[in-house]
């Protein structure tokens, strides 16, 4: 990421020694009967909140939650959120039920160096998603400088992610100054050989991906039902596997891309097939590589113990590891070994591995990997995809056009 960025660990201390900062955080945890299931996130900006108390500054909280699309909706207050917060610090949150307004400003106004005042929900006001600037304006007021550390939400150009930073003085926290830095690195400071894994369902949200991996990777295994829609654009049957259909042309120029850019995309040779998705389905491998077909009412749910074995060889060779999505329904005990298997491989491979995506961490708290054997776990799905794929983050971009001091 180029050095005009603006980087708080960059900022000298005298600076921000008794300013008021405007922390954007992404506190959009899961909850469930109001508590929370994972606080991973919260945990994650817990450096860069330490960091602005120890230097005398006192922090103003901005985050979403769901997607209430406007309206006050009691499920989505981050009251909960407020409560863990004050766990994790061992220290007194002032939480309030409002963004913005005159209780919002006065709260600004009173709050002492080293003290936090957490904000609502700014999905509460469909400003926010529609990023109308006045309404940025006003979630500034009364605040010295802004801070980017909601990494999952970087790619959304909303008031509180790249709105603000049209009013304040603006830079990197350190959890976002890590996920930069470090997918940057893939493409900058190339590690070969180079292994794309990815997954899930849908080829629309990886296509830009692959593509962009097709001129650095040595070689991309695809799994899931990314895997169903190449397999019907080569022409097998994969009778009541989820796939996309209308996307076997995409599929069929990836595939030639892939061999003008002498980049190796490894399919599944052999797959895990049931007709029915239970814990207690039977199942059957189904040598595709060798002229297996599919029976009537099969689908295709999981990659089969010769792909495994291939993709762990794969793996064992790399340098560099990124992993996006899960190779099978792996939710379903049958079909959860190839996603089981593949990311202990990753795991305990020596080279440098970043993962991403809900449906990827998911699987490795599932089956209990312990998530320092990984060089980087993200902590945003969708802002990952989307600069691997090349796009601009907005959230991330408006940084080097920010005021300053």
Known sequence: MNSSFRKLSQEEPQKLKGKRALLRVDF???????????????????PTLRFLMDRGCSVVILSHLGRPKGTVMEKYRLTE???????????????????????????KKSLKNGEILLLENTRFHIEETENILSFAEELTEECDFFVQDAFGCVHRAHASTEGVAHFLPAMMGFLVEKEVDTLKNVFEEKKSPLTLVIGGAKIDT???????????????????G???????AKGYDVQESLVEKDKAELARKILQEAGEEKCRIVLPRDIIASKEITNEASTRVVHRKNGELLEAGEKILDIGPETIALFKDIIAQSETIVWNGPLGLFEYEP???GTKTIANAIASASATSIVGGGDSIDAIHRFAIPEHQFSHISTGGGA???????KILPGVSVLRKNTEW
Do not use: W, Y
């Open 226 to 232: 990314l895997a169903n829609t190449f397999f019907n």
């Open 81 to 107: 959120v407020g409560k863990r917060l004050e766990e994790l610090l061992q220290k007194k949150i002032q939480k309030l039920d409002v963004c913005i307004g005159e209780e919002a400003r006065e709260a």
């Open 384 to 390: 990952m995809l989307e600069f691997l794929e090349g």
């Open 28 to 46: 959009n945890v899961p909850q469930e009967d109001g508590k929370i299931l994972d606080d991973s996130r919260i945990k994650a900006t817990l």
């Open 335 to 337: 079909f959860s070994n």
């Open 206 to 224: 990886k296509i830009g991906v692959i593509h962009n991996f097709l001129k650095i990777a040595d070689s991309i295994l695809i799994g899931g």
